[in-house]
């Protein structure tokens, strides 16, 4: 696979199903800071989720995550980059993990982002070690996952001291 990335069109990715699930519904797009564009995404999907019972919400949320390992490492593949900026199927993913179990209120949304922004940047082990170690559709999703779990267990924390 290639090093460098050209920028899909938006044209392809509203065309191409994969590449219209991987960029995030066109998130991915843009130009600077795609990934923090990506979780942006996520925050109605939560909201929309949020009303379900507990054991469902985790299963959509197993559900997205099994096909993301699909959808990004297709898309990865018909761009022949691996783990493009543009693909945020894996920051959506990683948002509704973080999310599990929180209540629907502006703050805990918020608090939500911004933790899951801080693991998925700051990348601490495992993170960092899945970035740089897994390949195709379960590498770029993976580090989002650690990073969501992260972020879930010091929302839970949280939420117990504060909720």
Avoid: N
């Avoid at 920051?91 to 209120?105: K, Q, R």
């Avoid at 922004?117 to 993170?127: E, G, M, N, S, T």
Wanted: proline share 6%; charged share 10%.
């Amino acid at each position: 696979m290639k090093t460098t990335q050209t920028q899909p069109s938006w044209r392809l990715v509203l065309i191409h199903p994969v590449h219209f699930f991987a960029f995030g519904f066109g998130a991915g797009l843009s130009p600077v800071a795609p990934g923090t564009f990506g979780t942006l995404i996520a925050i109605p999907i939560f909201i929309g989720m949020s009303h379900l019972a507990l054991w469902l919400y985790g299963v959509v949320t197993a559900l997205f995550l099994l096909a993301g390992f699909w959808i990004c490492g297709r898309s990865s593949m018909l761009l022949g980059v691996h783990d493009h900026s543009g693909i945020v199927w894996d920051e959506i993913v990683g948002y509704l993990i973080t999310m599990l179990a929180a209540p629907l209120s502006w703050p805990w949304v918020a608090a939500g982002f911004v933790l899951f922004r801080l693991f998925d940047i700051l990348k601490p082990w495992p993170v960092g070690w899945a970035d740089r170690r897994l390949k195709g559709g379960i590498g770029i999703m993976m580090d989002d996952v650690f990073a969501g779990i992260y972020a879930l267990i010091c929302m839970q924390i949280g939420l117990h001291f504060f909720g």
